[in-house]
């Protein structure tokens, strides 16, 4: 594909000396992490660069990730580790984005959590009280067992399902979120979005085919985290640039928030990927596209 081609009606193409002017009337830069900024544990060539240099333009810098297995304080600490000075207000994970908009409508019930004990953490940081992470792995023959002696514990106060990624996910966290689902009164939540399939994450995918319910998406592409961001920083989405690497998350994200956006091809999507769906998904088109966020540190 010639990687200066428009592939949609949207003025798709690649961020260069062209129109570098763009970055100008941006005031507020939002970047995704994993696959932008770093990959695991790995850097990205200078990205930490790149995130002081558009500090130093007078751009803010946001960073929003859809993981839930690490706490507001530890994404900032892993900035930190990398040489990324920002406040600690403009990171967000998932998880802490779900605990913000549990707060936002007054929640005060218990949580019955299947995910990380990074996203329990956070919710709980907050004055939430959780039930759930940790719980035994046991057996469906067990749980059934369990279930016919009375002995499965079910918390009468539980009023809301909180899902993250959950590397002990098992047959006894979905029957008792599916119970605690059955009360019609629940919320129920999911953390973030799976990229590979473009469906909620399988965790509470399972859940939802067991009761007939959806998940409430609360990371990216959902725009609370915008909204949450805009109404603690005054943000105008006009002038405002997300940052990605995936088109069904990010790029959605900052489509449907008004924002411009621009692809880096060090993660998940390919400009392939952009390519089939330029017909259907016009939402998942972003407006520019560059190899890696390091290649934006001399159009600064």
Same mark, same amino acid.
């Given at each position: !594909?010639?990687?200066?081609?428009?592939?949609?009606?949207?003025?798709?193409?690649?961020? *260069?000396?062209?129109?570098?002017?763009? &970055? *100008?009337?941006?005031?507020?830069? /939002?970047?995704?992490?994993?696959?932008?900024?770093?990959?695991?544990?790995?850097?990205?060539?200078?990205?930490?660069?790149?995130?002081?240099?558009?500090?130093?333009?007078?751009?803010?810098?946001?960073?929003?990730?859809?993981?839930?297995? @690490?706490?507001?304080?530890?994404?900032?600490? %892993?900035?930190? +580790?990398?040489?990324? +000075?920002?406040?600690?207000?403009?990171?967000?994970?998932? $998880?802490?984005?779900? $605990?913000?908009?549990?707060? +936002?409508?007054?929640?005060? %019930?218990?949580?019955?959590?299947?995910? +990380?004990?990074? &996203? $329990?953490?956070?919710?709980?940081?907050?004055?939430?009280?959780?039930?759930?992470? !940790?719980?035994?792995?046991?057996? @469906?023959?067990?749980?059934?067992?369990?279930?016919?002696?009375?002995?499965?514990?079910?918390?009468?106060?539980?009023?809301?399902?909180?899902?993250?990624?959950?590397?002990?996910?098992?047959?006894? %966290?979905?029957?008792?979120?599916?119970?605690?689902?059955?009360?019609?009164?629940?919320? /129920?939540?999911?953390?973030? /979005?799976? %990229?590979?399939?473009?469906?909620?994450?399988?965790?509470?995918?399972?859940?939802?085919? $067991?009761?007939?319910?959806?998940?409430?998406?609360?990371?990216?592409?959902?725009? /609370? @985290?915008?909204?949450?961001?805009?109404?603690?920083?005054?943000?105008?989405?006009?002038?405002? &640039?997300?940052?990605?690497?995936?088109?069904?998350?990010?790029?959605?994200?900052?489509?449907?928030?008004?924002?411009?956006?621009?692809?880096?091809?060090?993660?998940?999507?390919?400009?392939?990927?952009?390519?089939?769906?330029?017909?259907?998904?016009?939402?998942? @088109?972003?407006?520019?596209?560059?190899?890696?966020?390091?290649?934006?540190?001399? &159009?600064?």
């Amino acid at each position: !594909m010639d990687e200066n081609k428009s592939v949609s009606s949207k003025n798709f193409e690649k961020l *260069s000396v062209n129109n570098k002017n763009i &970055l *100008s009337d941006v005031e507020n830069v /939002f970047l995704d992490c994993d696959g932008v900024i770093w990959k695991q544990n790995e850097l990205l060539n200078k990205a930490n660069d790149v995130i002081k240099k558009l500090q130093d333009n007078g751009k803010n810098v946001f960073l929003v990730t859809n993981s839930s297995v @690490i706490t507001q304080d530890g994404l900032w600490r %892993k900035c930190l +580790s990398f040489g990324i +000075s920002l406040n600690k207000d403009c990171t967000i994970s998932s $998880a802490t984005t779900t $605990a913000q908009y549990l707060k +936002s409508i007054s929640f005060k %019930k218990k949580i019955y959590v299947i995910g +990380s004990q990074e &996203l $329990a953490e956070e919710l709980q940081s907050l004055g939430f009280c959780c039930v759930g992470p !940790m719980e035994e792995n046991y057996e @469906i023959s067990h749980i059934l067992a369990m279930t016919q002696n009375g002995e499965l514990d079910f918390d009468p106060e539980v009023g809301a399902v909180v899902v993250g990624l959950d590397s002990g996910f098992n047959y006894g %966290k979905i029957f008792k979120a599916s119970c605690y689902l059955t009360n019609p009164d629940c919320i /129920f939540l999911g953390c973030s /979005f799976e %990229k590979k399939y473009s469906i909620p994450n399988t965790n509470y995918y399972l859940p939802e085919s $067991a009761t007939g319910r959806k998940a409430t998406i609360i990371g990216k592409p959902s725009r /609370f @985290i915008f909204d949450f961001l805009s109404s603690k920083f005054d943000l105008k989405p006009e002038k405002c &640039l997300m940052v990605g690497d995936t088109i069904q998350t990010d790029i959605v994200f900052g489509n449907d928030c008004g924002m411009k956006t621009l692809l880096v091809l060090t993660g998940f999507s390919s400009l392939e990927d952009v390519e089939k769906v330029r017909n259907e998904n016009e939402e998942m @088109i972003p407006h520019y596209f560059i190899e890696s966020l390091g290649d934006i540190y001399d &159009l600064i």
